[in-house]
């Protein structure tokens, strides 16, 4: 695979790099996206019905064992090429900040040590009532009625309910989190936009903002977005491909 000298260039010399990844990335691990058909039990429900607020009040045992059976899912799942090459610019760059969108922990298990849920994770539920978090079951044979409705936990301290630590339809994004990628926009010099199509917001304005602020933005996309006119690279095709090959025509 040929690479652009100028990107390769660039590589070498970044001190800070953003890597912002969306839903393209975990799908080359087998990690369904949110808009893919659902099936079992689910089928008769639209994602978006079961990602509200108002959706967890009504059908709590629904909704948590909807989120449970995708939690259960991604246990199955591990991380591929493109986490593991993204974990490895570490290895060579002062400073690598990964902002994901998506609510899974493949980077983290990839080896990636500062990532960003813009979108929080199904791996942090916290509770309804007082915001504390709690500790789920990480190993599958502890995780009860896989695939079906079951009602959530409660919360130890004060009995509220617990609920999954994703961003739901109508909620604010995590502060800290965003405050951190706002920073992070601030002073990279190279951000990666891989595997989103650049529409949700305002998750989406991210890489627009370091193409503003003059960071060299490379696009890893199987397809246009909006992000193509104002990108100063576009690579075309799997993440997983390009990103390893990428990191050893930079690297080794």
């Known amino acids: 695979m040929e690479f652009d000298q100028r990107l390769i260039v660039k590589l ?3 001190e800070h790099i953003v890597v912002f990844t969306g839903a393209g990335v975990s799908q080359e691990s087998g990690v369904p996206t949110f ?24 059908n709590r045992d629904v909704v948590w064992g909807w989120y449970e059976h995708r939690r259960t899912s991604l246990l199955k799942c591990s991380p591929n090429l493109a986490h593991l090459a993204i ?26 040590q500062e990532v960003l849920h813009l979108h929080g994770s ?12 709690y500790n789920l079951p990480t190993e ?11 009602m959530p936990p409660k919360c130890n301290h004060c009995g509220g309910w617990i ?17 951190q990628a706002i920073k992070a926009i601030k002073s990279c010099d190279v951000l990666f936009s891989i595997g989103t199509s650049s529409v ?7 890489p627009f903002e370091a193409t503003k602020r003059g960071a060299f933005v490379i696009q890893v996309n199987p397809t246009a977005t909006d992000l193509d006119e104002v990108a100063s690279s576009n690579l075309k095709g799997k993440a997983g491909e390009i990103m390893s090959e990428l990191i050893k025509a930079t690297w080794t």
């Open 12 to 14: 070498r010399q970044a």
């Open 87 to 112: 974990a490895t610019m570490a290895n060579h760059v002062p400073q690598v900040t990964v902002i994901t969108q998506n609510v899974d922990d493949l980077h983290e298990r990839a080896g990636s």
């Open 200 to 206: 949700v917001y305002p998750a989406a304005s991210l």
């Open 35 to 58: 808009r893919d058909e659902l099936t079992g039990l689910w089928e008769k429900y639209d994602p978006s019905e079961l990602a509200t607020v108002e959706a967890f009040k009504k």
């Open 163 to 179: 609920r999954p630590g994703v961003v739901w339809f109508g909620e604010a994004l995590p502060e800290q989190p965003w405050r």
């Open 122 to 133: 199904l791996f942090q539920p916290r509770c309804h009532a007082c915001a504390r978090n």
């Open 140 to 150: 599958i044979h502890d995780i009860p009625l896989e695939g079906q409705s079951q």
